[in-house]
């Protein structure tokens, strides 16, 4: 076989194509494993298909004027791994709900079996299964509005309770 030379005195061999070739292949498959390169969905349909797939993509997505961030990160141990983020809230949002919330994200594992219920819509179906600041914001604002309920309701359950008490047994 006849090595051809270049102006510089470099020398092309077959062999050093398909290192080449190989090493940018390799570099390639390692690259998409890893989850350096991920598929970007632009509808909610492309994502619930790589969702039941749990291949690895992301999806941004407008909810009740808050600009949310979905990133499945691939499967592992049975779980599918999933980022949400909370990216931006509507304009208009009071600026301690923007302290509280924006910016946050949480990590879910979803059991595989899980994965088919699971919506960008229904939140609530998948948050049993994730963890990180979005979800103890989501959490600290229903404390926050079920204490509002109890105290807005604390004379009329003190005035039940009197009642009671005062009725005897």
Same mark, same amino acid.
């Given at each position: 076989?006849?090595?051809?030379?270049?102006?510089?005195?470099?020398?092309?061999?077959?062999?050093?194509?398909?290192?080449?070739?190989?090493?940018?292949?390799?570099?390639?498959?390692?690259? $998409? +494993?890893?989850?350096?390169? *991920?598929?970007?969905? %632009?509808?909610?349909?492309?994502?619930?298909?790589? !969702?039941? @797939?749990?291949?690895?993509?992301?999806?941004?997505?407008?909810?009740?004027?808050? $600009? +949310?961030?979905?990133?499945? *990160?691939?499967?592992? %141990?049975?779980?599918?791994?999933?980022?949400?983020? !909370?990216? @931006?809230?509507?304009?208009?949002?009071?600026?301690?709900?923007?302290?509280?919330?924006?910016?946050?994200?949480?990590?879910?594992?979803?059991?595989?079996?899980?994965?088919?219920?699971?919506?960008?819509?229904?939140?609530?179906?998948?948050?049993?299964?994730?963890?990180?600041?979005?979800?103890?914001?989501?959490?600290?604002?229903?404390?926050?509005?079920?204490?509002?309920?109890?105290?807005?309701?604390?004379?009329?359950?003190?005035?039940?309770?009197?009642?009671?008490?005062?009725?005897?047994?």
């Amino acid at each position: 076989m006849k090595k051809k030379e270049a102006g510089n005195g470099f020398r092309f061999t077959w062999a050093m194509i398909l290192i080449v070739a190989t090493v940018i292949l390799l570099t390639v498959f390692f690259a $998409y +494993y890893f989850g350096l390169v *991920k598929k970007t969905c %632009g509808t909610e349909e492309c994502f619930q298909k790589e !969702l039941q @797939k749990c291949g690895m993509s992301t999806y941004s997505k407008i909810h009740n004027y808050n $600009y +949310y961030t979905y990133t499945i *990160k691939g499967s592992s %141990g049975g779980n599918c791994k999933l980022n949400i983020r !909370l990216a @931006k809230m509507a304009a208009g949002t009071p600026p301690e709900k923007i302290a509280l919330f924006e910016g946050k994200d949480m990590d879910c594992k979803i059991p595989m079996a899980d994965v088919a219920g699971a919506t960008t819509d229904q939140i609530n179906t998948i948050l049993k299964h994730c963890t990180g600041p979005l979800k103890e914001a989501m959490y600290e604002q229903i404390i926050e509005k079920l204490y509002t309920v109890v105290i807005s309701n604390l004379g009329e359950i003190m005035g039940s309770i009197e009642d009671t008490l005062n009725k005897g047994p």
